[in-house]
């Protein structure tokens, strides 16, 4: 059974920074591109940051140089280190574990980001 548990949102101030974990189960990251989205309210869902099993990263224009995505592989653990963050940051953070070749993705329960002062 494929598992993704985000743990890390909160709330902060804009400027601040918050570090994402998500903890991956019954998954091996070397069949996988891993990626976060996000969904504010009233929005579609959007692309955030992916990176594949060989390290190949791409972001979201919102967010680049801004945010940045790592693979522990030891821990099966993929990180969003989100720097300089801003109020239209704020929305619902999901994981994602991707098969592209043969449809296959999985989504994590989201975890809340809150930017405001």
């Known amino acids: 059974q494929v598992q993704l548990v985000e743990s890390g949102g909160g709330l902060v101030q804009p400027g601040g920074s918050l570090r994402l974990s998500c903890a991956a189960s019954?998954?091996?990251?070397?069949?996988?591109?891993m990626g976060w989205y996000r969904q504010a309210r009233g929005k579609q869902r959007e692309l955030v940051a992916t990176i594949t099993s060989g390290g190949n990263t791409n972001y979201g224009d919102s967010v680049k140089g801004r945010f940045t995505i790592s693979t522990d592989n030891a821990k099966n653990t993929v990180y969003l280190q989100m720097n300089s963050l801003k109020p239209e940051d704020t929305a619902v953070y999901y994981c994602n574990a991707a098969r592209p070749s043969i449809s296959l993705t999985y989504w994590g329960q989201g975890t809340q980001v809150t930017v405001s002062s």
């Open positions: 019954g998954i091996s990251f070397s069949f996988y591109r």
